[in-house]
């Protein structure tokens, strides 16, 4: 399986999916979400999850990788750019924008992807892309843990795309 974005470009993410982009929430969350195309998937893939998540915010977080979008039961190949916004087809769970560090924002808000916005300097973004064997049994809100267990068994194949914004 393979996960292409053209929102990344030779390994760095446009400007438009973070804070220096123009699409944003009551809060100043970054909201515009990159566009990603899955290609040669296991034939007996039933849906996709993915977790967007940036590890070098360990050391500015308090210690904890912020974690920018999770999504689930996706059971298209291609999501365009901004459709976090207005997706009815797939389900979205909290992102690290409802921490205390990302200023307790609402998990209602919170439950779709929230951009880059690296406070120290640029970050590397790992999107993680799985191919399940089933739907799973979540709704939106959910948090990444129960994610991770009902994947439990369940993961066919998995892709990582990495992109490198700027602070």
Same mark, same amino acid.
């Given at each position: 399986?393979?996960?292409?974005?053209?929102?990344?470009? =030779?390994?760095?993410?446009?400007?438009?999916?973070?804070?220096?982009?123009?699409?944003?929430?009551?809060?100043?969350?970054?909201?515009?979400?990159? @566009?990603?195309?899955? %290609?040669?998937?296991?034939?007996?893939? *039933?849906?996709?999850?993915?977790?967007?998540?940036?590890?070098?915010?360990?050391? *500015?977080?308090?210690?904890?990788?912020?974690?920018?979008?999770?999504?689930?039961?996706?059971?298209?190949?291609?999501?365009?750019?901004?459709?976090?916004?207005?997706?009815?087809?797939?389900?979205?769970?909290?992102?690290?924008?409802?921490?205390?560090?990302?200023?307790?924002?609402?998990?209602?808000?919170?439950?779709?992807?929230?951009?880059?916005?690296?406070?120290?300097? @640029?970050?590397?973004?790992?999107?993680?892309?799985?191919?399940? =064997?089933?739907?799973? %049994?979540? %709704?939106?809100?959910?948090?990444?843990?129960?994610?991770?267990?009902?994947?439990?068994?369940?993961? *066919?194949?998995?892709?990582?795309?990495?992109?490198?914004?700027?602070?």
């Amino acid at each position: 399986m393979i996960v292409k974005s053209i929102g990344i470009v =030779d390994g760095i993410i446009a400007d438009k999916y973070g804070k220096r982009g123009d699409s944003f929430n009551e809060n100043g969350m970054p909201t515009y979400s990159l @566009p990603l195309k899955i %290609e040669d998937a296991p034939a007996n893939t *039933v849906s996709y999850a993915l977790i967007l998540e940036d590890k070098d915010a360990y050391p *500015v977080s308090g210690g904890f990788t912020w974690i920018h979008w999770t999504a689930a039961n996706i059971t298209k190949t291609t999501i365009v750019e901004n459709e976090s916004q207005t997706t009815i087809d797939f389900v979205q769970g909290v992102n690290s924008w409802t921490s205390i560090q990302g200023g307790q924002q609402s998990l209602e808000l919170s439950s779709f992807y929230g951009g880059m916005a690296p406070p120290d300097a @640029p970050h590397l973004y790992e999107l993680h892309v799985f191919a399940l =064997d089933t739907k799973l %049994e979540l %709704e939106n809100g959910f948090f990444m843990n129960d994610l991770y267990k009902k994947m439990d068994g369940h993961i *066919v194949d998995e892709y990582t795309l990495k992109g490198l914004y700027n602070n």
